[in-house]
């Protein structure tokens, strides 16, 4: 026994609390208690204000390695604009989140009886998002002239009038990445689109300056995001699932951070003496 | 003499795309449009040659008898099985392509993403020693972000998620903000270097 402890250095103690923070959590059934912050209840308030009707451009910016933290956020959001009736295009700057826009955008769709071509339509992948961006402000018909499934755009009914940001009420941007940097850079500064994140938590201090500027009107990230919306839709959903298992996993790396801090003065008093 | 005709393609097409901004007309946005089309088609074409240099490289891995080679190997037949797949079977819903896209490509992409709380985690133990007061005041906006950001916030008092919000909201957003703006005008420098032909990569 004290052989097998003795091959555990500090490294594998903290891989293993790190994985029990992560997991066992997830095995309990327990909702924290929380409220919804102002930035949440601000992007809550900008969908809701939108009129029956309205076109939504979402844009799955992300790729697979984020999906587990993105869905939560992406499902709320899909949920919330559907059921305000508003008409969303769905599209993908990243490749990899063609599909899994797809899969996302249909899947909230058909759970809340929705009708490709009249509610929803997804135009799938476009290379090169700087030019796809600026593209669309030019002309969204031009640019996607068939959706992902190769049907012609141009009498779907959810794109009836669409011609560039002017007819679009706000762009969303699901991302893991900087991308909603360039859609402030193309989109929002050159054709006045208003324009909302949805991020991971790691990547929304990066966007800050972007909000506070209101370049960005709307913004919410990570699993807590995720757990505050469908607080505040009152539906249950994978962010309240999740946000007892990141909870812990912080709080377990804070419990690390401090047990660093103890040993490395202990060892530096050992020094000392 | 290509070396110039490069720096005459990037000098006209530069000084077009400041103009047309700023100039807005039908022959301009024609132009304009047919610009951004022309992008769109070179960068993908551009990742046909990036995954034709990608199978090349492994080929030549496999060729040389390297330990490596079994992972070289694995790669081509990846590639090759996607774009096989795609090709013959499409990309629908219940195509073998979407398949290895869900239940592989996906799975061990997330598995990876994974990983990075473990070495995240490690180095905040190795890493976040308070050795002087920068270092305390960093720890310390650490742990009021960490905590106030996290579901046990409000547990531990009701102010701290505002307070967290504050350190977000203002000297992080302000030290972003001072970095944004240099990151701004470092691009227009390299943007007027590279129009004027000063900053030549392509030569």
């Known amino acids: 026994m004290s052989k097998l402890l003795s091959t555990f250095s500090a490294r594998h103690l903290v891989f293993l609390a790190v994985l029990l923070a992560a997991t066992v959590p997830l095995l309990l059934n327990i909702r924290l208690t929380h409220t919804a912050s102002d930035e949440t209840k601000r992007f809550y308030a900008n969908i809701n204000s939108l009129p029956s009707g309205s076109v939504v451009l979402i844009s799955f910016d992300f790729e697979a390695s984020a999906f587990a933290e993105i869905k939560p956020l992406a499902d709320a959001v899909l949920r919330h604009c559907f059921r305000q009736n508003l008409r969303i295009i769905g599209l993908s700057l990243f490749a990899e989140g063609t599909a899994l826009g797809e899969q996302t955008l249909s899947r909230i769709a058909i759970e809340k009886g929705k009708t490709y071509g009249i509610d929803y339509v997804y135009l799938g992948f476009r290379p090169q998002y700087t030019s796809a961006i600026l593209a669309i402000g030019e002309s969204l018909p031009k640019e996607f002239p068939t959706d992902y499934f190769g049907a012609a755009t141009a009498a779907m009914p959810v794109l009836s009038g669409v011609i560039n940001y002017d007819q679009i009420a706000t762009v969303i941007s699901i991302t893991d990445g900087g991308m909603p940097t360039y859609w402030v850079d193309y989109a929002v500064t050159r054709y006045h689109a208003r324009l909302q994140t949805v991020l991971t938590a790691t990547m929304a201090t990066s966007l800050y300056p972007y909000v506070s500027s209101g370049q960005i009107q709307g913004l919410i990230a990570g699993l807590k995001g995720a757990a505050e919306y469908e607080l505040l839709l009152n539906e249950a959903g994978g962010g309240g699932r999740g946000l007892l298992a990141q909870s812990v996993s912080q709080i377990a790396i804070l419990a690390i951070i401090i047990v660093g801090n103890v040993v490395g003065y202990l060892g530096r008093r050992r020094k000392w003496q | ?203």
């Open chain 2, 1 to 203: 003499m290509i070396s110039r005709l490069a720096w005459i393609a990037t000098l006209v097409t530069g000084l077009f795309m400041v103009a047309q901004y700023f100039i807005k007309t039908d022959a301009t946005n024609a132009v304009y449009t047919t610009l951004l089309d022309y992008y769109q088609i070179i960068f993908a074409v551009s990742m046909i040659v990036g995954g034709i240099g990608l199978l090349k490289q492994h080929s030549l891995k496999v060729q040389r008898s390297s330990q490596q080679r079994r992972y070289s190997l694995i790669t081509i037949a990846a590639i090759l099985f996607m774009v096989i797949a795609a090709v013959i079977f499409g990309t629908g819903a219940a195509s073998p392509y979407q398949w290895a896209f869900n239940n592989l490509q996906a799975p061990m992409q997330a598995t990876t993403f994974s990983l990075l709380a473990f070495f995240v985690a490690s180095a905040a133990y190795r890493g976040f020693r308070v050795k002087s007061a920068p270092a305390f005041v960093l720890a310390l906006a650490a742990v009021i972000v960490l905590v106030g950001k996290s579901g046990f916030g409000e547990m531990v008092s009701q102010q701290l998620p505002a307070i967290a919000g504050w350190v977000l909201n203002n000297p992080s957003t302000a030290a972003k903000r001072g970095i944004l703006i240099g990151v701004g005008i470092g691009s227009v420098a390299t943007a007027l270097r590279v129009i004027l032909g000063i900053e030549r990569s392509y030569r």
